[in-house]
């Protein structure tokens, strides 16, 4: 028996690293995934839902933090049977806009966020279930979905760099075409912000305007100009929010439309860090060398 073996094996295996032999017969070290992520999916506006939870899945994966699970609805109308075992997860990505969940499953996922679990909010699953009030509330702003002044006011940023909360009346939810926009960081201090560039171009995408909701809790960490020749708001908008549910971290951006969006490395390692982030409390990872810059988008081919 090999004594320093018998030693040194159980602290690896307590660190999350399981010693093993690999193909050519050297002893190889795998580090276990630390965190269990959950995608929700199964209906979406966006036919494209299927590509987009794949994508996020692989991005997931890459970063050696996450085993990553996919819960899926039927394909249309309310599902009964939709019971994900949330509490088995520390983050839970909604790539979902369909129809309400069952009452049990609502409760169950919020009883989820409450207690501490980790939410990732990416583009249209911010158009759902526009009267589900607790959701509202987690997500902290939305569009569509009936969403209008009941929802919460409009939040963006002005000219000065203040958030702004306009209670005027009117629909939320709104975008112009589609075109390469630039992010601005407005906190660079966030775990899932810190190093970015003070601002970045990210590829071709909807600009999601005059989204609206309850806002508590809300830290803007990066917005995009909406620009009225684009057929935006003239507003600083929102594209990186954080919030606070219970015990819960939700992280929220509302990019993420096509598959080409979903190819942006920008994109990519906002959606690595802030589900690092909302299952954890912490980011770990560095930032890609392909992060974008202000001069130019940068897209990672398949
Ligand atoms: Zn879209």
Redesign the pocket.
């Known amino acids: 028996m090999n004594t320093t073996r018998r030693i040194v094996l159980p602290i690896l295996v307590s660190a999350g690293i399981l010693a093993c032999a690999g193909p050519n017969g050297y002893s190889e070290l795998r580090a276990e995934p630390r965190w269990k992520a959950l995608i929700v999916d199964g209906q979406n506006n ?1 036919g494209n839902w299927p590509q987009t939870t794949d994508m996020m899945k692989g991005y997931l994966k890459a970063t050696g933090l996450f085993s990553v699970d996919i819960a899926r609805t039927a394909p249309q109308g309310e599902d009964p049977a939709f019971r994900p075992e949330f509490a088995k997860y520390q983050v839970v990505v909604s790539n979902y806009n369909g129809a309400p969940w069952p009452a049990e499953t609502r409760k169950a996922f919020v009883d989820y966020v409450s207690a501490g679990g980790g939410f990732v909010v990416v ?2 699953a911010n158009n759902a279930f526009g009267d589900w009030s607790e959701y509202n509330t987690m997500i902290g702003l939305g569009g569509w979905g009936g969403r209008n002044e009941k929802s919460g006011p409009y939040v963006f940023v002005d000219e000065r760099g203040q958030v702004v909360r306009d209670a005027k009346p009117g629909p939320g939810g709104h975008h112009g075409p589609q075109h390469p926009f630039l992010i601005v960081t407005r906190d660079g201090d966030h775990p899932i912000t810190r190093g970015m560039p003070a601002a970045w171009m990210h590829v071709q995408d ?1 600009l999601y305007d005059f989204l609206r909701g309850p806002g508590e809790n809300l830290k803007i960490l990066a917005t995009a100009f909406a620009d009225p020749a684009k057929g935006g708001s003239g507003r600083h908008e929102p594209m990186l929010m954080v919030l606070e549910y219970g015990k819960g971290r939700v992280f929220h951006t509302p990019m993420g ?1 096509g598959n080409n969006s979903q190819s942006c490395s920008g994109f990519i390692a906002c959606l690595q860090r802030g589900a690092e982030w909302a299952a954890s409390g912490a980011v770990t990872q560095e930032l890609p060398e392909d992060f974008p810059t202000a001069d130019g988008v940068s897209e990672r081919k398949p």
Do not use: F, L, N, Q
């Open positions: 966006h583009h249209a909807e439309h």
